[in-house]
């Protein structure tokens, strides 16, 4: 399939069928810990990048091969809401399912009405907000010229009062950039003005290839939550899982994740082995001979080996 891929399971979405609305990697913004690696040329109009009734036929035929979803997720190679005509798939979407729908965003284009527009149908929308100062936001999101921190937070705030779904926002923790307790106090003013759900805390837990990102400590984490669990609901992080028991070709679906973001070699092994329960070795041999297909390589991120698409610049998608 070229738009749809998994279902990946997370903590957060469970059992989630995500869909890819955009060329790799077509963003507003650069972030310092991106895995799709620098944004080489921004896009900042939006556009029907591909036909929405082709994107919503490999919904449909998805739906029909896998019935115990939590979610269907729209997310990017970069920023979802770029894609023009979102908000009519997901309004095509519900009415094929009772599945909840999300949408993963930077939530860079939020001060645009038809933006807003768009999400109103959405269960849950998953914007990003990484800090609550300007000097911040720019080192850490280094936006396109002409979007401002002060547009993305207005942008959050007017999509609050106009939205009646789940509003969950990514706060993304790097260690030694915004963990420490000025970065998290300004965070928690800005959060108390746009009064989301719930932030859900994100570790930079894959490898970004542009730059060496740092986990936060365990004692900064927990400063985290104790800042910003005064103004919100903190979903504290936990790292996904791959489930791939009902994948009707795992081939297919480890390459269609792993091209989208890297993986844990840790975790792409449970993932194998509980296919083949009881023969260990069978999982190994599987997994070795993926290996030697060439298609993937392995790289290091904070000690941990993980697996990416070879030879391809991109290696995933983010936000
Ligand atoms: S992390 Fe998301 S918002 Fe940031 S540059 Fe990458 S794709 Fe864009």
């Not at 002409?146 to 937070?153: D, E, K, S, W």
Request: charged residues 20%; glycine residues 6%.
């Amino acid at each position: 399939m070229k738009y749809v891929f998994g279902p990946v399971s997370s903590k957060r979405l469970g059992q989630s069928l995500g869909v890819d609305l955009l060329p790799p990697k077509s963003c507003t913004w650069n972030c310092i810990y991106c895995q799709l690696g620098k944004t080489r040329k921004f896009v900042a109009e939006r556009q029907e990048f591909f036909p929405r009734e082709e994107i919503f036929d490999e919904i449909r035929q998805a739906l029909a091969l896998n019935n115990s979803l939590d979610w269907i997720t729209f997310v990017g190679s970069g920023e979802t809401m770029l894609y023009k005509g979102i908000g009519w798939l997901v309004a095509e979407v519900k009415k094929l399912t009772n599945t909840p729908v999300a949408v993963i965003t930077n939530g860079s284009l939020l001060s645009l009405p038809e933006v807003r527009e768009e999400l109103l149908q959405a269960d849950a929308v998953l914007p990003s907000l990484n800090a609550g100062s300007e000097t911040l936001h720019n080192q850490i999101c280094q936006p396109a010229s002409g979007l401002t921190f002060q547009q993305h937070v207005e942008g959050l705030v007017a999509f609050r009062s106009e939205y009646k779904g789940r509003l969950w926002i990514e706060v993304m923790l790097l260690g030694g950039i915004n963990d420490t307790d000025a970065a998290l106090n300004d965070l928690a003013n800005v959060l108390a003005k746009i009064n989301p759900d719930m932030v859900h805390l994100v570790l930079p837990t894959r490898p970004a290839p542009e730059q060496e990102i740092r986990l936060p400590s365990e004692e900064r984490l927990e400063q985290a939550i104790a800042i910003l669990s005064k103004v919100t609901v903190v979903v504290s992080p936990l790292k996904g899982n791959m489930d791939l028991r009902n994948a009707p070709d795992m081939l297919e679906a480890i390459t269609a994740i792993v091209s989208r973001h890297p993986v844990q070699q840790r975790e792409l092994q449970k993932a194998v082995a509980d296919c083949f329960p009881g023969e260990a070795q069978k999982a190994d041999e599987f997994l070795s001979g993926l290996f030697a297909s060439g298609r993937f390589r392995l790289v290091e991120h904070n000690g941990e080996p993980y697996w990416v698409i070879q030879n391809e610049e991109n290696n995933g998608f983010n936000c």
